[in-house]
């Protein structure tokens, strides 16, 4: 495949997600601008309309991605086979994120979306994304609106980052950019890398393993958490591991579980291996 079909072909790795969008309208106007851009997978996140006429008739001669859209439950759904993933954010958060303008949005875009899948999430029309969801995204995009009216429109501020992200890729396009690494690697600031980037989903059981070791070890108290697994989520996020080093970090805490099992019911390292055979074997004879 040239260089210029591979820029072209991650097109179809970029999705638009939509979460808890209140107003139908909103949907077919963002459908609209997704095909103006050349833009065609949309995942909505519990929309509180849809399908709906609304929707179909703003969405004008983008019906199509309508009928194609993916609805999941939530935001966590939506991402979790996804490399990369971009919220835009208008509000200043309690803990700084990686943050991004449209344009830096674009390059790192057109860098990874070759390679992963890639998902620009966007968040309620009066609220937008609360920090729970802001912190399954690895950077923020903030658009710098005018400060005397900053609001944006949900399909206003869709076309903006999807503009720049087309506007990029059809740069790269047109000069037959030298691809920076084979199919198969990652990207990791510019650098070939060997192994794809973690998904979503293995971040979130990396997450919720990492959580309950340290609640195990005392360390954390999950009823005075004092924002501990969001600092942890920034750290890794900012990191952003690859699949082997999730693997590498799930089996590390793996074996802090096993020294604690046997410190707490006083077996040997023999003992343990022997009862955990003996359960495989169980496990197996009942397969």
């Known amino acids: 495949m040239s260089e210029q079909s591979n820029s072209l072909s991650a097109f179809n790795n970029i999705r638009i997600v939509l979460v808890n969008t209140s107003h139908p309208g909103n949907i077919g106007a963002t459908a609209r601008a997704m095909k103006n851009m050349g833009l065609s997978k949309?995942?909505?996140?519990?929309?509180?309309?849809?399908?709906?006429?609304?929707?179909?008739?703003?969405?004008?001669?983008?019906?199509?991605?309508?009928?194609?859209?993916?609805?999941?439950?939530?935001?966590?759904?939506?991402?979790?086979?996804?490399?990369?993933?971009?919220?835009?954010?208008?509000?200043?958060?309690?803990?700084?994120?990686?943050?991004?303008?449209?344009?830096?949005?674009?390059?790192?875009?057109?860098?990874?979306?070759?390679?992963n899948e890639v998902a620009l999430v966007f968040g309620r029309e009066d609220s937008g994304?609360?920090?729970?969801?802001?912190?399954?995204?690895?950077?923020?995009?903030?658009?710098?609106?005018?400060?005397?009216?900053?609001?944006?429109?949900?399909?206003?501020?869709?076309?903006?980052?999807?503009?720049?992200?087309?506007?990029?890729?059809?740069?790269?396009?047109?000069?037959?950019?030298?691809?920076?690494?084979?199919?198969?690697q990652a990207i990791v600031d510019g650098v070939d890398w060997d192994v794809p980037k973690a998904t979503g989903q293995q971040l979130e059981n990396f997450y919720s393993h990492l959580e309950q070791v340290m609640v195990d070890l005392n360390f954390h108290d999950p009823e005075n958490p004092r924002l501990l697994m969001m600092r942890m989520r920034r750290l890794f996020g900012r990191i952003r591991p690859d699949q082997m080093e999730i693997s590498i970090l799930r089996g590390l805490l793996s074996h802090v579980d096993m020294l604690k099992e046997r410190a707490d019911r006083g077996i040997s390292v023999e003992q343990q291996r022997q009862e955990k055979r003996a359960a495989k074997k169980d496990t197996d004879d009942s397969v």
């Open 129 to 184: 994304l609360t920090n729970e969801e802001l912190q399954l995204c690895h950077f923020h995009v903030h658009i710098a609106a005018d400060e005397q009216y900053s609001s944006l429109n949900l399909a206003a501020a869709v076309m903006v980052i999807s503009y720049e992200v087309r506007m990029e890729l059809l740069r790269r396009a047109a000069q037959a950019v030298p691809a920076r690494v084979a199919d198969e």
């Open 42 to 115: 949309l995942t909505l996140v519990d929309p509180e309309q849809f399908p709906s006429p609304v929707a179909t008739g703003r969405a004008v001669a983008a019906v199509d991605i309508l009928e194609r859209a993916e609805v999941v439950p939530t935001l966590e759904d939506a991402v979790r086979d996804c490399g990369l993933v971009i919220g835009a954010s208008a509000r200043v958060r309690r803990i700084p994120w990686p943050l991004l303008t449209p344009m830096e949005t674009a390059v790192k875009v057109a860098d990874e979306s070759r390679l």
